[in-house]
């Protein structure tokens, strides 16, 4: 069914809209005038609880990720990674803030429309790979696609291209059981993109792996990142893989306290 949206996907905001949203930032309006980033967060906060109680997950945060980046997101258990991911992903909402994704104010969205949003613009890759047991590697990477709509047939045929692409074409019937961890990932990514998404969210992606399977995974997902032009933001523990982010955020308590650039000592 088709969802009324206040901006065409891929539009570009209005040069004194994109003025009034950071006003106080000249530096980010200056780059959304110009072109749209792919992800623009100006002080998101998110507190839970109340009174004596209340505690501040997300203080503040600003993060601007390039259009095709991969951006790594790193900290301490507990400063506000998933959460801030959350807000990413359209699934939780902050107390204060705005949060553009290629333009679009994904805050002003319904949950219908967030729902739209995250089916045609996002694909999730998560540490605990979230395959339905019950279903085929085929059927897993073909659920995206089913619930946009497209026809059994038609998500199950673009689903086994999506496998071969991933390097696993002998396994379309096999069931999650009877794969290894490292298979399960790559299933998992295919399933991210067999949509075909321009924003790729990734959940500690490696960490439950062994570091040569870290490493082909993270490959894998580089080479889609720039041969198709994904942008890419992981959130993760795992040092082994810093080498394969354009740029590292720095979290704790709740705030980016510094981006590291590729090839650029932490200071």
Known sequence: MAVHRRHRYNDQPEHDECISFISSRPCLAATLSASPPALACVQITKAYGGGDARVFALRG???????????????????????????????????????????????????????????????????????????????????????????????????????????????????????SGGQKQRIAIARALVHDPQLIICDEPTSALDHRTGQQVMERLQHLVKTFG??????????????????????????????????VSKS
């Open 61 to 179: 945060v600003d993060l601007t990720v390039r259009d095709g980046e991969t951006m790594m997101i790193v900290g301490p258990s507990g400063c506000g990674k998933t959460t801030l991911l959350s807000v990413i992903s359209t699934l939780l909402a902050p107390d204060a803030g705005q949060c553009r994704i290629f333009g679009e104010d994904i805050l002003e969205f319904s949950e219908q429309e967030k729902e739209h949003f995250r089916l045609q613009r996002i694909g999730f890759v998560f540490q605990s790979f979230n395959l339905l047991p019950a279903l085929s590697a085929r059927e897993n990477v073909a659920i995206p696609l089913l619930l946009q709509g497209i026809s059994r047939a038609k998500a199950l045929d673009k689903a086994k291209h999506a496998l071969s692409d991933a390097g696993l074409p002998a396994k379309q019937h096999a069931l999650p059981g009877a794969l």
């Open 230 to 263: 994904k942008t890419l933001i992981i959130v993760t523990h795992d040092s082994r893989i810093f080498e394969y982010a354009d740029r590292i955020a720095h979290m704790d308590d709740g705030r980016i306290l510094d981006i590291q650039k590729k090839g």
